[in-house]
């Protein structure tokens, strides 16, 4: 869940990866295979996403993917996807509006 958290965060801010990636000093393929999941993030590298964007580094590491079948992982794991879910809804409808408000800007 670290890949869809951290794109989120960048979305969030309005970052392309390459942005990100100069300012957290990693090149802009390392920060799509964070993204896409085919690299898992160091702390040191959350650290810097911790930094860069004001976010506590434990709620960076709430969204942590565990295989534990105790309860409460379970339901740790339940709301960190909710959460992740509803942010992206949140970043879906932000891209919505801003199309929506800029074709009206330009219709006469």
């Given amino acids: ?15 392309n990866q390459k942005e990100l ?3 957290i000093d990693i ?3 390392y920060v799509s295979e964070l993204e896409n999941g085919r690299k898992d993030p160091s702390l040191d ?6 930094s860069e964007f004001g976010i506590p580094l434990s709620s960076i ?3 942590a993917e565990r295989s534990s079948g105790d309860r409460i992982e379970g ?5 960190a996807d909710k959460t992740l879910k509803m942010l992206e809804w949140i970043a879906e ?11 009206r800007a330009l219709t006469p």
């Fill in 75 to 79: 339901a740790r794991a339940f709301v």
């Fill in 21 to 23: 990636s100069k300012l």
């Fill in 27 to 29: 090149s802009p393929s």
């Fill in 93 to 103: 409808e932000s891209e919505v509006n801003d199309e929506s408000h800029q074709k």
């Fill in 61 to 63: 590491l709430f969204f």
């Fill in 45 to 50: 590298i959350l650290t810097r996403y911790s």
């Fill in 1 to 15: 869940m670290y890949s869809r958290a951290l794109k989120l965060m960048r979305q969030y801010h309005r970052l």
